[in-house]
């Protein structure tokens, strides 16, 4: 196989026009194909109907503490449901808070509660800073991005390595200036590259010195059970307990939910962080709440019973979403291999690929993609500010479609891919 980068202008003018003609092809079909976001498919959520069953709370709206789930309280979630996570996370019960159905929820009051009011009892306000950074590996989760991009947080984008973020560059930004306040990260299985933290990286990030004595780690945990395969599942290390035994347990605040274990829209969340920041936390929610919806945290209680259950259950999960994966890798294989244009990551978990072509030609493909029918989450999504620095990176995200509008997405996909390399190549 010829790469493109081998190729005379000729033969990539022969070779483009033959990819207009298939992509014409695929233009005619009329397609309608949705590839932009992360979200379980339907199968998935079919797993989860069982929650609604009688049978989960027998007409029992008690929690095991005898409290009522139908009335007010229990600003913290109730014990049954913390104990899950509280295995699940490695974390004592008292260092964690459980939620409504978003995380990210939790992550924008954090900030907003950071900004309005500071981090600790005695901390200044960050507002009351003439600037406040943050450091955003990437590509990263474009509405972690976003919440930075509301409240005029400046972003600070450190590249990642196959291990994780570029920790001389982390560490060189949060010794150097008080106003970088904190870090985001997707520690395993990150969105959209799949890669999982390395022990050192994770030892870095809890010892490095920090110019501000008011610096967070928000840790995103989003895909924590996420396993794609069984025997090549990958566990990140625990940041709160590193922090604690470097000296720093304020540092982390560890987040988490159910949005893909049962169902986005009507699952449960958490923060995790040492006992002080979870005592300053629910000092500041039980203002702004009585309680959270208790009556849905029982029902996640019940239905999921323990951490050996969510495990099994994940596992079945994967069933049906790894022959997605699979899919997507084999047609980029078949399409791209060999060709000097791509390459793509197949990560062992998570929801997502990260796929990188020649520079200068993600938004052409996203174009190219929409014009023919095929919604791809935007070029530069990935990065802050919505700016990919080489316009190459494209998110993949493949559990929506059936298997069979997946395998024609991607066949389209290569094909505006092939064509807006051969179009960059030749100029």
Same mark, same amino acid.
């Given at each position: 196989m010829t790469k493109f980068t081998d190729m005379s202008r000729q033969?990539?003018?022969?070779?483009? !026009?033959? /990819?207009?003609?298939?992509?014409?092809?695929?233009?005619?079909?009329?397609?309608?194909?949705?590839?932009?976001?992360?979200?379980?498919?339907? !199968?998935?959520?079919?797993?989860?109907?069982?929650?609604?069953?009688?049978?989960?709370?027998?007409?029992?709206?008690?929690?095991?503490?005898?409290?009522?789930?139908?009335?007010?309280?229990?600003?913290?979630?109730?014990? !049954?449901?913390?104990?899950?996570?509280?295995?699940?996370?490695?974390?004592?019960?008292n260092e964690l808070i459980v939620s409504g159905n978003s995380s990210l929820n939790i992550m924008h009051d954090m900030i907003s509660?950071?900004?309005?009011?500071?981090?600790?009892?005695?901390?200044?306000?960050?507002?009351?800073?003439?600037?406040?950074?943050?450091?955003?590996?990437?590509?990263?989760?474009?509405?972690?991005?976003?919440?930075?991009?509301?409240?005029?947080?400046?972003? /600070?984008?450190?590249?990642?390595?196959?291990?994780?973020?570029?920790?001389?560059?982390?560490?060189?930004?949060?010794? !150097?200036?008080?106003?970088v306040k904190g870090i985001w990260c997707v520690p395993q299985y990150s969105n959209p590259e799949g890669i999982t933290y390395s022990n050192r990286v994770v030892e870095r990030l809890a010892k490095m010195e920090t110019k501000a004595n008011d610096f967070r780690i928000f840790w995103d945990n989003a895909y924590f059970v996420h396993d794609l395969y069984e025997e090549k599942k990958e566990r990140v290390m625990n940041i709160i307990k590193e922090c604690k035994a470097a000296g720093n347990p304020?540092?982390?605040?560890?987040?988490?939910?159910?949005?893909?274990?049962?169902?986005?829209?009507?699952?449960?969340?958490?923060?995790?962080?040492?006992?002080?920041?979870?005592?300053?936390?629910?000092?500041q929610i039980k203002i702004q709440t009585i309680g959270p919806d208790k009556i849905n945290q029982l029902r996640h209680a019940r239905f999921l019973k323990s951490a050996q259950d969510i495990y099994e259950l994940m596992r079945r999960h994967a069933e049906i979403i790894r022959p997605k994966f699979e899919a997507v890798n084999s047609v980029l294989t078949e399409e791209l291999a060999g060709k000097g244009i791509a390459s793509w990551t197949t990560p062992a978990g998570g929801y997502f690929m990260s796929f990188s072509t020649v520079e200068g030609c993600a938004k052409r493909i996203e174009t190219l993609a929409k014009e023919a029918g095929l919604v791809l989450t935007p070029a530069g999504a990935t990065y802050p500010y919505g700016i990919d620095p080489n316009d190459n990176n494209i998110r993949i995200s493949p559990t929506v479609p059936p298997l069979d509008s997946l395998k024609l997405s991607m066949h389209l996909f290569c094909v505006c891919v092939q064509i807006a390399a051969a179009e960059k190549l030749m100029k």
């Open positions: 033969e990539l003018m022969q070779e483009h !026009e033959l /990819l207009i003609s298939r992509y014409n092809t695929y233009k005619d079909m009329g397609l309608k194909l949705d590839m932009s976001r992360g979200k379980p498919c339907k !199968e998935q959520l079919d797993l989860i109907n069982g929650m609604f069953d009688e049978s989960v709370l027998h007409g029992d709206y008690n929690c095991e503490n005898g409290t009522d789930s139908r009335n007010y309280g229990i600003i913290d979630g109730i014990p !049954e449901l913390k104990r899950i996570f509280a295995e699940l996370l490695d974390i004592s019960e509660r950071a900004l309005l009011l500071g981090v600790a009892q005695n901390d200044r306000p960050w507002k009351e800073y003439s600037s406040v950074k943050f450091i955003c590996p990437s590509p990263g989760y474009d509405r972690h991005f976003a919440i930075c991009g509301l409240y005029g947080i400046k972003m /600070l984008p450190v590249k990642m390595n196959p291990d994780g973020p570029d920790m001389d560059a982390v560490e060189k930004l949060a010794v !150097e200036d008080a106003s304020d540092r982390p605040y560890v987040f988490a939910s159910t949005s893909k274990i049962t169902f986005p829209g009507a699952g449960v969340s958490v923060i995790a962080s040492s006992k002080a920041n979870i005592d300053y936390a629910k000092d």
